[in-house]
């Protein structure tokens, strides 16, 4: 039996799969825990969206990652964690229970809906490589669905697309829809015309890009109107409902794919054997050395 220290890691992301590469597997046991075998580069699932890149391109094996020199010895267990037993030491996925010593949690970020859960049944989210496949393939089938309607205003309903949230990740899908509008629909569906597409960005704030430079924000205006993209700035959805989506202000717009972006917060996940409830956001407190505040051998990572 081994007697070092048991180090298990929750999440494959940029945090955990670092964290595992630099901690010394001479003094710990190292177990990463992760709902997918494979890694992914979250900046780039709006090229998957939009059918610049495959999605073989962003994603690896964590296997074959663990594989290598610098993660010799860690061990990789399948799983989504569903509670965190403090009081007993372990971590329950959907397939079984781990003791750890010392915990890492690195789960990163999800879909933020500020209250409103019914909406993950009716928009489209970019949080996953799955979630961006199925944003490429639904813009996919409408254009081909657009390119056999003969129906002008059944054939501009299909193409009407509406990106919410205004932060990197809307500007990044907007952009991308915006040059299909521009640039692909005359070369690749010839029977739509560009003005049969509608692409809007609906932004809370007064300007895009709100946590980088007033001129990374002007640029993207910018960008985003040469690519035909219709950008609102102070405006917050209220309801989406039967295809409308109705405005702060009272106005509405009609779109069949509304893209979420809206914001993030943290992976939820349950506690028991103590009372700590996670943070605003699901974010959780730590000092310097990551160690949660509250906790006991648990410490939080990346996002």
């Known amino acids: ?7 298990v890691v929750i999440g ?8 595992v590469k630099k901690i010394d597997k001479s003094k710990f046991d190292v177990t990463l825990v992760d709902k997918h075998n494979y890694h992914t580069f979250p900046p780039l699932f709006y090229q998957v969206a939009s059918s610049e890149l495959d999605p073989t391109s962003i994603c690896f094996p964590l296997r074959r990652e663990l594989r290598k020199h610098n993660c010799h010895g860690v061990a990789f267990h399948i799983g989504k964690v ?7 030491k372990t971590i329950s996925t959907d397939y079984e229970t781990t003791h750890y010593d010392k915990l890492v949690i690195a789960l990163g970020t999800t879909n933020n809906f500020f209250g409103n859960k019914d909406l993950i049944k009716d928009v489209y989210t970019l949080k996953s490589t799955d979630q961006a496949i199925r944003i490429r393939n639904e813009i996919l089938f409408r254009c081909e669905r657009a390119a056999v309607e003969p129906d002008n205003e059944k054939r501009r309903r299909m193409l009407s697309f509406v990106v919410i949230g205004g ?3 809307g500007v990044e899908i907007a952009g991308a829809v915006g040059e299909l509008k521009r640039y692909i629909l005359k070369r690749d569906y010839p029977g739509i015309a560009p003005d049969d597409l509608s692409i809007t960005i609906i932004e809370g704030t ?3 890009l709100g946590t980088m430079s007033r001129e990374a924000s002007d640029t993207a205006l910018r960008d985003l109107n040469q690519l035909m993209v219709e950008v609102k700035l102070g405006r917050l959805m209220k309801t989406y409902n ?8 009272g106005s509405t717009i009609y779109s069949e794919m509304v893209i979420w972006t809206a914001g993030v917060t943290g992976v939820p996940i349950e506690f028991s054997g103590t009372d700590y409830k996670a943070g605003r956001g699901g974010c959780f407190p730590t000092d310097q050395y990551c160690r949660i505040e509250g906790l006991e051998d648990i410490y939080a990572i990346g996002d």
């Open 242 to 249: 039967d295809n409308v989506i109705t405005l702060d202000d």
């Open 167 to 169: 932060g990197p990740a």
């Open 1 to 7: 039996m081994s007697t070092k220290q048991k180090i």
């Open 206 to 208: 007064d300007r895009l």
């Open 12 to 19: 494959g992301g940029f945090a955990g799969l670092n964290f």
């Open 82 to 88: 569903r509670k965190i037993d403090v009081a007993a």
